[in-house]
Every structure is written in C-alpha cells, then in structure tokens.
C-alpha cells in the first residue's frame, strides 16, 4: 500500500453491494434518517444499541464525542460527551431482518465494534475538520466521484462496491459530498484496530 493512503485501508472482507442497498432502503422505509442532530446535511441511523438501553441510540448518542479547531486560533476544544463504545453490543431489533445484521455480525468477529450507524451526507456539504477517538469502518452504500474523505492532508474516494475500509479518524479529517446525491456509508467505531 502507498504510504500516502497509509490513512485509509482496505480491508480483506467483502459485502455484496447490491443487498447493502437494498437493506438500505429497507431501514429508510422503517426509520428515516434523522435530520435534527444539530449538524446541519449530516445525520444517522444506529445499527446498534446498548443492550435494552434504546435511549443509547438518541440525540447525542449519534455523534459521539470529537475534537475540533472552530477558529482561527486553532485551538483544539471538545464537543459533545464520552461515549463507552464497548457497551454498544445488541443489534437493533428493527433491523433484524436485513441484511445488516449478517454483515453486523460477520465484522464482530473480526474487529471490536461501538456503535454502527448509517451516515448520510447530504449533496454539496462537509464536516467540521475534526478528529475522533478511534479509528472508523466504513462501507459505502450510496456515493459518487465528488464523494471525497480527507485525513490529515490526503483526499480519497472509496467507491460503493462492498469494500471495507479502516480510516484513520484519530488525526485531523473531515468528508465531503460534492455530488449532487446524498452520500450513505454504514460506519462503525474500531475499538481494536492499529496504524502503523
């Protein structure tokens, strides 16, 4: 692998993603997506839970804690509360019947997973330039070439074929959608997984 894309690796398990969007669009149909978040062209749909805990999948629940530089003093502040990810273990019951609980439960015995959720970006919007406890999964769902993921100063695409990928979400990044279509990836926390 090149050390320039050191940040964002491939992994060696695979989805088929045709069922990834079909199950999709069978959550959409059960829940959309929840715009109210507080972050604006940005929302989530937990795939997971604490376990009988379904206020652990609300508000809050969905970002998670991050650190970000708001200004031009590029101070570093903390935004939003600690989230104990390792507590994040049920499958939501929901969702049983789609094809994400099979991909949830091949990838828990691969990697120690916090929460899973589906992430939208909506068409021509970013995140904040920020950074996150762990390391992130993503599988993209629904992209576009205008999809783009920045981690520290490297931009990437990752295409919507069933890839797996691991991104360095510990240093600076952020991801946008300059397509005109919104963007959804399905997003886990890494609890057990190293950079070089």
Request: with cysteine; proline share 6%.
């Amino acid at each position: 692998m090149s050390q320039l894309f050191n940040d964002f690796q491939k992994q060696d398990v695979k989805f088929d993603i045709l069922k990834l969007k079909q199950a999709c669009d069978e959550v959409l149909k059960i829940k959309g997506f929840d715009t109210s978040l507080g972050i604006p062209h940005f929302a989530g749909i937990p795939l997971n839970q604490i376990p009988g805990d379904p206020d652990s999948v609300k508000g809050n629940n969905v970002r998670g804690i991050y650190w970000t530089k708001p200004d031009s003093t590029g101070v570093e502040v903390q935004r939003e509360s600690k989230i104990d990810e390792h507590k994040y273990t049920e499958f939501v019951d929901d969702f049983k019947n789609t094809y994400f609980k099979e991909v949830y439960d091949r990838l828990t015995k691969k990697y120690k997973l916090g929460r899973m959720r589906l992430l939208l970006k909506e068409p021509r919007s970013t995140l904040s330039w920020h950074r996150d406890p762990e390391p992130r999964l993503h599988i993209p769902i629904y992209t576009n070439p205008g999809a783009i993921m920045v981690v520290d100063s490297v931009a990437k695409h990752m295409p919507a074929d069933g890839s797996v990928w691991i991104t360095n979400n510990t240093k600076y990044h952020n991801a946008f959608n300059g397509g005109e279509e919104n963007r959804v990836h399905l997003v886990a926390c890494v609890l057990n997984y190293k950079f070089n």
